[in-house]
């Protein structure tokens, strides 16, 4: 299995409570010496209109959002499959509500 990349979406066993749905990888690609965790964000249709949720229109997911409020690190045995990529815009609006949950400032540029 290719490893999976920051902005990839992929199918993940979240557990018996939780299902398979798919997620947002938001870490950084690891190396050698990195514990096997990959950071997702989990895609829900079940919306409730919060600041936190950070939708998207991409073909290979039903409507929906991204819950930063989610936020949860998934050994990557977990992840079955890469469904897509989210745009850069879209990247860039689930970790700009991340950063908002997480009351991290903005990056600098």
Same mark, same amino acid.
């Given at each position: 299995m290719k490893p999976p990349l920051r902005g990839e979406v992929w199918l993940v066993d979240l557990?018996?409570?939780a299902k398979v749905r798919p997620a947002l990888v938001i870490s950084v690609p690891l190396t050698d010496q990195d514990r096997a965790l990959v950071a997702i964000v989990p895609h829900t249709t079940s919306l409730r209109g919060t600041r936190f949720e *950070?939708?998207? %229109?991409v073909s290979f997911l039903k409507a929906g959002a991204f819950d930063?409020?989610?936020v949860v690190t998934v050994p990557l045995?977990?992840?079955m499959r890469p469904l897509g990529?989210?745009?850069?815009?879209?990247l860039a609006n689930v970790e700009a509500r991340?950063?908002?949950w997480l009351?991290? *400032?903005p990056? %600098?540029?």
């Open positions: 557990g018996l409570a *950070a939708t998207s %229109s930063v409020q989610g045995a977990k992840l990529t989210l745009k850069p815009a879209d991340l950063r908002e009351g991290l *400032a990056p %600098s540029r």
